[in-house]
């Protein structure tokens, strides 16, 4: 059964069509001929042949060859031109900043990080601002082909007044506008988007999902956070910012939440309560100076590290984790009934070894659904930098995929 996305041949179509053209042309990778086109997208020969010509003229698409097919003259391959169109991915982690300039095709072309010293918000967003000017310099890239900036941030987020509201690991913001200052320090249109949404549309650009399949994307950064995506779009939610997993209780023996209530996500799965749990079991020593961003991850590192050499204090510590999480995701999975779970974020890496060896198996036993299928669980495609790739795919997003808002016509 052809999956793809089809367009529509009803008059006014043209900005609906076009994108669903660009997104053809995306996923098959190599190109398309027009011929390819007709079929894949529905669209009529000559609605194919018109939009190809303004996406020529526009330089968004290329000619890359031709190829003999059967009897009658060859086809000419169209591709995207992966340079004329380029966006800037910026995570703000509360432990590292990354950024990403990416070329239309979602490749990245640069990168960058930044440690975290301060959570202040002016500091955080000079800092921004001046490596986003730096990673241009030093990519050497047409400024003008920049379509913008995504920035993906914790939540939550005001989407429409592009504010960073009280985020709990960044204990110094207040409705801090994000999105208005860096606009204005950079002069280039700025996106904002939760960090987790960010990270499930890397997931759906970068990896090899059907066009219209469903994944429940698990981010494991300084916090854990939960992203959805049905029928091949990421749900954001009525305020763009679902996912916030943090008071669902993984288990009731647990430490007591701020929430009042015992075992919370928050206070037993994050990196924070992953260390703390092993200062408390003498797996590390308990002479941590701090429980900022920056300390945690270098302990949290330390306790893998230690796992990976063969330390059963360390092996249980992080195979309790793993428990914990199998909970949460099988309480998700069950409730939502997707076809796979993928985990990703900038701790992913130092986990995903023990994740993936437990994790299938954990699902499986609790799984609502066991009988009829298996649920697949994999690590995100993309890696550590999957919240800045995302970010500067959801600018990208804006120019590619279609969206079902354009058929709503005006009378």
């Not at 004329?84 to 950024?99: E, F, K, N």
């Not at 941030?153 to 913001?173: E, M, N, Q, R, Y």
């Not at 650009?205 to 091949?232: C, K, M, N, Q, R």
Request: hydrophobic residues 45%; proline residues 4%.
């Amino acid at each position: 059964m052809d999956l793809r996305r089809r367009g529509t041949n009803l008059p006014k179509m043209g900005d609906f069509n076009q994108s669903v053209i660009l997104e053809a042309i995306r996923r098959s990778h190599g190109g398309l001929s027009r011929t390819e086109l007709v079929s894949a997208t529905g669209l009529s020969a000559q609605t194919v042949t018109n939009i190809t010509r303004r996406l020529l003229d526009e330089s968004l698409i290329e000619e890359a060859g031709k190829t003999i097919q059967g009897p009658g003259k060859p086809r000419t391959t169209l591709r995207l031109n992966a340079g004329s169109r380029l966006s800037i991915g910026v995570h703000l982690d509360p432990a590292m900043m990354t950024l990403v300039l990416l070329d239309l095709t979602g490749a990245v072309l640069e990168r960058t990080r930044l440690r975290m010293h301060s959570d202040d918000a002016r500091w955080i967003i000079a800092a921004m601002a001046d490596s986003v000017e730096a990673l241009i310099r030093r990519s050497h890239v047409d400024r003008h082909a920049i379509t913008g900036i995504g920035v993906a941030t914790p939540g939550p987020i005001d989407a429409a007044h592009g504010t960073v509201i009280d985020p709990p690991k960044l204990h110094s913001w207040h409705r801090v506008p994000l999105r208005h200052a860096l606009q204005d320090a950079t002069g280039l249109h700025v996106r904002l988007e939760k960090d987790t949404t960010a990270a499930a549309v890397a997931e759906l650009w970068t990896g090899e999902h059907p066009p219209d399949g469903s994944f429940l994307f698990v981010y494991l950064g300084i916090g854990i956070g939960a992203a959805l995506v049905l029928d091949g779009a990421v749900v954001r939610g009525a305020s763009r910012n679902a996912g916030e997993i943090g008071h669902i209780m993984v288990d009731p023996d647990g430490p007591e939440c701020l929430c009042g209530r015992r075992g919370c996500v928050e206070v037993v799965c994050t990196p924070q309560a992953i260390v703390e749990r092993a200062e408390r079991a003498g797996v590390l020593s308990d002479d941590r100076v701090g429980s900022d961003a920056e300390s945690v991850d270098a302990r949290f590192t330390e306790l893998c590290e230690q796992a990976a050499g063969g330390d059963s204090g360390a092996c249980a510590v992080l195979g309790t984790a793993v428990h914990h999480l199998g909970v949460l995701i099988s309480a998700l999975t069950n409730m939502l009934d997707v076809d796979r779970v993928v985990l990703g974020g900038p701790f992913w890496s130092r986990l995903s070894e023990m994740c993936l060896a437990l994790l299938p198996d954990l699902l499986h036993r609790s799984s609502a659904t066991r009988a009829v299928r298996a649920l697949p669980v994999a690590g995100a495609v993309v890696g550590d930098d999957v919240g800045a790739v995302g970010a500067g795919c959801v600018v990208l997003d804006e120019v590619l995929t279609p969206r079902a808002a354009a058929l709503l016509l005006d009378s």
